[in-house]
């Protein structure tokens, strides 16, 4: 995976939280995230993630908990900073970012 993709979403992220773009919001965020979790190259994993209506769980989870859009297109900075440097601990971040967007 090249980071510099998921840098391209991370700047049309913030893009569209200037401009209060919310379905730019949902759609460089899905963008982004689809990008890792076809860059894994599990099929599985691919059908799965694509079989649960993530464009409109994106925008569920971006009106109900993250009401401001400049905290959600930052929200991805340090996942894409992590693949730019190959940390091994970017699953984790990826992990409590998903979830920090989740109800427990």
Aim: proline share 3%.
């Amino acid at each position: 995976m090249d980071p510099e993709v998921l840098a391209r979403h991370v700047a049309r992220l913030h893009e569209a939280a200037r401009g209060g773009d919310m379905a730019g919001q949902v759609e460089y965020g899905v963008a982004f995230h689809r990008e890792i979790v076809h860059a894994s190259g599990n099929r599985v994993l691919g059908a799965v993630w694509e079989s649960l209506g993530i464009e409109v769980w994106t925008h569920l989870s971006i009106r109900l908990f993250r009401a401001e859009l400049h905290e959600n297109a930052a929200d991805h900075e340090p996942i894409l900073e992590a693949f730019r440097r190959r940390d091994p601990a970017a699953g984790r971040l990826l992990r409590d970012h998903v979830l920090g967007y989740a109800t427990v």
